[in-house]
T-cell receptor, first 111, second 115 residues
Framework: EDQVTQSPEALRLQEGESSSLNCSYT??????LFWYRQDPGKGPEFLFT???AGEEKEKERLKATLTKKESFLHITAPKPEDSATYLC????????????FGAGTQVVVTP | EPEVTQTPSHQVTQMGQEVILRCVPI?????FYWYRQILGQKVEFLVS????????KSEIFDDQFSVERPDGSNFTLKIRSTKLEDSAMYFC?????????????FGPGTRLTVT
């Protein structure tokens, strides 16, 4: 069965303190791995898609990387506005668009 | 910037009643999805829809659920006889393609409360 596990569950950072979030996955065949940001009471906001091991994507203070078993979301010099829950999701090669989500990492950045 | 919209933002209903949740996907997107998120839990896939047919559905999406694209812009999720455990945030999403790993864009959600 496909599985997506995110760690840590929660992360408290000081402004400027860089860190990484982990997403490990088990899937029969990976079509794509997605990172989303979710603010309380809102819908997931798309950040990145990664397709193959070794791929990296960057957006502002965020950088996502992918290996054959896991993905990392690096937050460099975070600001309070980076506080959110970060969700990882995978799409399998045998699916018709289904995203399977992890439970998320709740990030709080304090000034 | 185009976005997915959903109405209503909050729906309160009594157990056993029918509800219809509405979504307007991004205009050039061809694939549509419904997900739900029970408070404090993971986002869960319900169904994907393309070319007026269901492409894939989860075990959650039983006979109580149905989806429809009644016109060129709306996409609806109907729950025929709501149960207490249907209380959740329901998210609509859309993508340009469903099998080429194009990203899915989510709406703001409808909070369904079943009493």
């Amino acid at each position: 069965e496909d599985q997506v596990t995110q760690s840590p569950e929660a992360l408290r950072l000081q402004e400027g303190e860089s860190s990484s979030l982990n997403c490990s996955y088990t899937v029969s065949g990976l079509r794509g791995l997605f990172w989303y940001r979710q603010d309380p009471g809102k819908g997931p906001e798309f950040l990145f898609t990664l397709y193959s091991a070794g791929e990296e994507k960057e957006k502002e203070r965020l950088k996502a990387t992918l290996t054959k078993k896991e993905s990392f979301l690096h937050i460099t010099a975070p600001k309070p506005e980076d506080s959110a829950t970060y969700l990882c999701a995978v799409q399998a090669t045998d699916s018709w668009g289904k995203l399977q989500f992890g439970a998320g990492t709740q990030v709080v950045v304090t000034p | 910037e185009p976005e997915v919209t959903q109405t209503p933002s909050h729906q309160v209903t009594q157990m056993g009643q029918e509800v219809i949740l509405r979504c307007v996907p991004i205009s050039n997107h061809l694939y549509f999805y419904w997900y739900r998120q029970i408070l404090g839990q993971k986002v869960e896939f319900l169904v994907s829809f393309y070319n007026n047919e269901i492409s894939e559905k989860s075990e959650i999406f039983d006979d109580q659920f149905s989806v429809e694209r009644p016109d060129g812009s709306n996409f609806t999720l109907k729950i025929r006889s709501t149960k207490l455990e249907d209380s959740a945030m329901y998210f609509c999403a859309s993508s340009v393609s469903g099998t080429l790993t194009y990203e899915q864009y989510f709406g703001p959600g409808t909070r369904l409360t079943v009493t």
